[in-house]
């Protein structure tokens, strides 16, 4: 399925794209898309039946906000270098273990909403990412079979990045990390049942339609469930968590100087093959 949340920001509602590319309401049926819908077989089971059945009625999409398709997210974790040409363009050593770093849950705004320059910066960068969602809690598991059984479904995700705050403020990345606005999502959640095989997914990311990014999840260091695996040695993972898997090579600062690095008015449009497209107007914060 893909589900997708509709509306203003704050008071979206859930609901569903049907194989014929239709949007149907989902609110008579469930209150949100969320950690505890993703753990509910039961109701994702009425969810898919209803949609089967054409029983969930249409929704006008037009001049319709799509939010993020996830709401009240737990966290967002987030993994860095896991892709071997991005590293290669950064000059970094493929790591041994994964990079794991956060962002807080109010970085996360909708696929298409304004994204903000943050005061003073002067390297804003760009990174398409696959979004991985947790359907069940993870705790030590394992192997990466029993992490891939974990996920409930993947989004398209858009980690920016303020790399002079990043890697040139001191402590770690969090600063260069977590400016508001800074972790576009969607615009679906794609449930697993439609992704069969997440290392073959084409990942592309755009500027002013200039392709930057052209990758592809099978050149991830550690591919999903491993990450999930991994993850869950150190925190918790519940129903509703996100982990943001990486970006591959094209980023702003792996290419010569100048850097193109993101300004207000520029464009920036990301996609992650058979989850959807995003497009985002930046804007002075």
């Known amino acids: 399925m893909k589900l997708l949340r509709v509306g203003a920001a704050g008071a979206e509602r859930p609901a569903l794209l049907d194989a014929d590319g239709t949007l149907r309401d989902l609110s008579g049926l469930v209150p949100d898309i969320d950690g505890g819908l993703l753990a509910d077989d039961a109701a994702l ?13 249409v929704l006008d999409g037009t001049g319709l906000r799509i939010g993020p398709p996830l709401g009240r997210i737990g966290k967002v974790v987030c993994i860095g270098l896991n892709y071997h040409d991005h590293a290669r ?17 109010d970085t ?3 696929p298409n909403d304004t994204v903000l320059v943050p005061r003073r910066s002067t390297r804003t960068d760009w990174e398409v990412e696959l979004a991985v969602v947790v359907g069940r809690t993870a705790r030590y598991l394992e192997s990466a079979e029993a992490g891939l059984a974990c996920v409930a479904g993947y989004a398209v995700a858009h980690d920016v990045s303020e790399r002079e705050f990043q890697i040139e403020r001191g402590g770690t990345w969090d600063k260069g990390k977590n400016c508001e606005t800074f972790n576009p999502l969607g615009p679906w959640l794609v ?10 997914l084409a990942l592309r990311l755009w500027v002013n339609g200039e392709l930057k990014q052209n990758g592809t999840t099978a050149d991830q260091i550690f591919p999903v469930g491993e990450v999930v695996r991994y993850v869950s040695q150190f925190m918790t993972l519940y129903p509703g968590d996100v982990i943001n898997t990486g970006t591959p090579a094209g980023v702003a600062m792996g290419q010569p100087e100048p850097k193109p690095y993101l300004r207000a008015g520029d464009v920036v449009e990301a996609e992650v093959e058979g989850l959807g497209r995003q497009r985002q107007e930046l804007k002075a914060a």
């Open 45 to 57: 089971g009425r969810v898919r039946g209803a949609a089967a059945a054409g029983e969930l009625p």
């Open 191 to 200: 449930t697993a049942d439609e992704v069969p095989d997440p290392q073959r």
């Open 108 to 110: 996360v705004v909708g």
């Open 89 to 105: 363009e950064t000059g970094a050593e493929p790591p041994a273990e994964p990079v794991v770093f956060l962002k807080a849950a």
